[in-house]
């Protein structure tokens, strides 16, 4: 009688730990790749086809001093290359790491006068990243 209790024990233990959700990782995005961040950045379609998800990084990579990053909150101000705008957050050091915190768009230009308006910009569009349970396994009866 022990013994088929811990078989069902083990048994229902092994269905619940196959029901949690599968572990997430961030990844982390060097912009641009080897070219890094750079003058007519949105030519490249760099962006085009990455999935990029709450908790991954964006790591822009430039010579300092030569530009910047600023993180803007909307589309308006991001096709304007608007300098004047309330910027969420600006980043200089030429080696920034930028967290992905919340899903939906997020926009970026450098604000070096010209740069932008050359085409120094990224748009993208960060998923939720909420875990998805891992299917339920066939039941097993011991």
């Not at 010579?63 to 004047?84: E, I, R, S, Y």
């Amino acid at each position: 009688m022990a013994s088929r209790l811990v078989l069902l024990v083990a048994a229902a233990a092994v269905a619940a730990a196959a029901c949690l959700p599968a572990p997430a990782s961030a990844t982390e995005w060097m912009v641009g790749d080897n070219g890094g961040w750079r003058a007519k950045f949105n030519t490249t379609g760099w962006a085009d086809g990455k999935t990029f998800t709450v908790g991954d990084a964006l790591m822009f990579m430039y010579p300092q001093g030569k530009h910047t990053v600023v993180q803007v909150g909307n589309k308006d101000d991001f096709v304007a290359c608007n300098l004047m705008a309330n910027a969420i957050a600006t980043w200089n050091s030429g080696n920034d790491v930028v967290t992905l915190d919340k899903p939906g768009k997020m926009w970026f230009f450098c604000s070096v006068p010209g740069h932008c308006a050359n085409g120094m910009k990224l748009v993208i569009d960060v998923e939720d990243g909420a875990l998805v349970p891992a299917p339920a396994p066939a039941s097993a009866w011991f």
